[in-house]
């Protein structure tokens, strides 16, 4: 495994995998708090 291709091609896979990993809990954590902060104002509302 010692083809240049081929190392560059695996390190590409794996960093875009871990680029998708954070992506989503990154979001997922940040939605997670605006859906709190919404549904405490609205309860807040009536």
């Known amino acids: 495994m010692?083809?240049?291709?081929?190392?560059?091609?695996t390190a590409l896979i794996f960093a875009s995998v871990a680029w998708y990993a954070f992506l989503v809990f990154y979001l997922g954590i940040k939605a997670?708090?605006?859906?709190?902060e919404l549904t405490d104002s609205l309860s807040k509302r009536q």
């Open 2 to 9: 010692k083809d240049p291709f081929v190392l560059f091609w």
């Open 32 to 36: 997670g708090r605006e859906i709190r």
